[in-house]
C-alpha cells in the first residue's frame, strides 16, 4: 500500500454520533437500554459533588429491576488528572470485570470513565494514549465496553465526543486522548438533572457549549484541508454541512436561554435550551474540531496558581475549562476573522440577534461574546483568573502543544500570535 499521501484537496467529510435519548425522567431508563445489551454488571462512576445530589444512586438502584449489579465509584476528580485517571482505572480493574460503564456527572466524570474503558480493556499505560507530542497516541488495539454518558452539566458536550481531557501535573499542562471508539455508546440527556447546577458552573459551562458552536463553525472548512486516505482519517474533519446545523442550532439556543438558566436555574425552558444546546454543540464539535480558544485553554487551566471559581469545590485553585476557553475567545475570533468573515458575521447574527453590527464588522463577534460574558459573571480576561504579562511565555508553550487543535484554525498561527492574542487577553474590557 502506498505512504504517499493523495494530492489534492480533501472531497469526504466524516460524522459520528452516540445513540442519543433526551427528555425528562430520560435517566430512569438506563436499566432497560442496558438490559437490551445484556449487561449484568456495571459500575457508575460520578465526583463527590453530584453523589450527593441522590442521582447517580437512584440510577444505579433503578438498575436492580432488570437484573443488574451496579456500584457507584465516586472518586472522579473534578477538572481529571494523568494521577485521577489512573486512580480510577486502578479502582476499575481491582473491582471487575463490568459489562459497562456509566457515567453521571459534568465532562469530567465522563471523561474519566472514558478513560477508565479505554485503559481496563486495553494493554498499556495512559500516557500510551494521549495526544502527541505529550504522550504516544496509541490507537486501542481492543474493542471498549458500551458506556452510557449521562451529563448533569450543560457544556462540555463529552457525552457526544470522542475525546477525553485531562491534566498532565508533571508538565503543568492540559491534554487530551482522542480516538473514535471513546465515543459513548448512548448518551442520556435528561433536563431534570441540571437543575442543581450553580449559578457559576452554568455560565462556566455554558461558555464552554459557545466556544465549541462558535470555534467548529468557523473552523477550516474540511475541503481546505489536505486529502487524506481512509485510515489517516480522524474525528475533527474541519467545518461541514452537518457539523453547521448542529452549531447553528445551540448558538439560537444559547441566544434565548443562556442568561436565563444563569439568572433563574429553576426555569425548566432554559434549563431544556442549555441541555439540548450542550448536546447540539458536542455534536458539532465533535466532528468538526475545536482550535484557538480551546488550545490556550489547557495551558490557562494546567498552570493555575490561587484562582478560586464561584461553585466549584473550594479545596483546589481551578479555571474551569469553560471558563479558560472563553477568556481568550474575544481576541482569538478578532484574529481569526480575516480568515472567513462572513462565518464570523453569521455566528454574531445567531448570538446577538438583537445587537447592531458595528462600523468595523471584526468587532462583531468579539463584542457579543464580551458583552454576554460580562452579564453572566465571567473574569475579565486572563488577568481575572491571575495570570500577568510575565506567564505568557509559558502559556504561548502549552498552547503549541496543542497542534491537533491548532491545525483545525481556520488560520495558521505562530507563537508570535499567541502572544498577542494571550496578552490583548489580559484585560478584555
Not at 470485570?97 to 474519566?112: H, K
Request: net charge negative.
Amino acid at each position: 500500500m502506498s505512504t504517499t499521501v493523495p494530492a489534492g484537496p480533501e472531497s469526504v467529510f466524516t460524522y459520528g454520533a452516540p445513540a442519543l435519548k433526551f427528555g425528562p425522567g430520560a435517566s430512569d431508563e438506563i436499566g432497560y437500554d442496558l438490559a437490551q445489551r445484556e449487561v449484568r454488571r456495571v459500575l457508575v462512576i460520578t465526583d463527590a459533588g453530584v453523589a450527593a445530589t441522590g442521582a447517580p444512586h437512584r440510577i444505579a438502584e433503578r438498575m436492580t429491576a432488570f437484573g443488574i449489579e451496579a456500584h457507584v465509584f465516586d472518586g472522579v476528580h473534578v477538572e481529571p488528572t494523568d494521577v485521577s485517571l489512573r486512580q480510577a482505572a486502578d479502582h476499575a480493574l481491582a473491582s471487575g470485570p463490568w459489562d459497562a460503564f456509566v457515567a453521571v456527572g459534568g465532562g469530567s466524570s465522563i471523561d474519566t470513565a472514558k478513560a477508565v474503558n479505554l485503559l481496563s480493556t486495553n494493554p498499556g499505560e495512559l500516557m500510551d494514549y494521549v495526544n502527541a507530542p505529550v504522550g504516544r497516541a496509541l490507537a486501542p488495539v481492543n474493542p471498549l465496553k458500551p458506556l452510557v454518558a449521562v451529563p448533569t452539566t450543560t457544556g462540555t458536550g463529552s457525552e457526544s465526543t470522542t475525546i477525553c481531557v485531562l491534566d498532565v501535573l508533571e508538565l503543568k499542562v492540559k491534554t487530551g486522548i482522542s480516538h473514535a471508539r471513546l465515543r459513548p455508546a448512548l448518551a442520556v440527556i435528561d433536563p431534570d438533572l441540571t437543575f442543581t447546577l450553580p449559578a457559576g458552573v452554568t455560565a462556566a459551562s455554558g461558555m464552554d457549549i459557545l466556544c465549541h458552536a462558535l470555534e467548529s463553525y468557523t473552523a477550516r472548512p474540511y475541503d481546505a484541508l489536505p486529502r487524506k486516505r481512509p485510515e489517516q482519517r480522524v474525528p475533527y474533519c474541519g467545518a461541514n454541512p452537518i457539523s453547521d446545523a448542529w452549531s447553528e442550532r445551540a448558538l439560537h439556543l444559547l441566544a434565548q436561554s443562556f442568561r436565563t438558566a444563569v439568572r433563574d436555574g429553576d426555569d425548566p425552558g432554559a434549563r431544556s435550551d442549555m441541555a439540548l444546546a450542550a448536546t447540539f454543540a458536542g455534536l458539532g464539535f465533535g466532528n468538526a474540531g475545536v482550535h484557538i480558544p480551546h488550545a490556550n485553554a489547557y495551558p490557562i487551566a494546567g498552570r493555575v496558581k490561587d484562582f478560586h471559581p464561584t461553585g466549584y469545590p473550594e479545596h483546589e485553585p481551578m479555571v474551569p475549562h469553560g471558563m479558560a476557553v472563553s477568556l481568550t475567545a474575544p481576541e482569538a475570533f478578532r484574529f481569526t476573522f480575516a480568515a472567513q468573515p462572513e462565518r464570523h458575521l453569521r455566528a454574531a447574527e445567531l448570538l446577538a440577534p438583537e445587537m447592531e453590527r458595528p462600523g468595523n464588522l471584526a468587532e462583531y463577534l468579539p463584542a457579543a461574546i464580551e458583552r454576554l460574558m460580562r452579564d453572566i459573571g465571567m473574569p475579565n480576561g486572563i488577568g481575572g483568573v491571575g495570570y500577568g504579562k510575565g506567564d505568557i511565555p509559558a502559556l504561548v508553550e502549552g498552547t503549541m502543544k496543542q497542534q491537533r487543535l491548532l491545525a483545525t484554525a481556520p488560520r495558521a498561527v505562530t507563537e508570535d500570535d499567541l502572544a498577542g492574542i494571550l496578552d490583548r487577553s489580559l484585560s478584555l474590557w
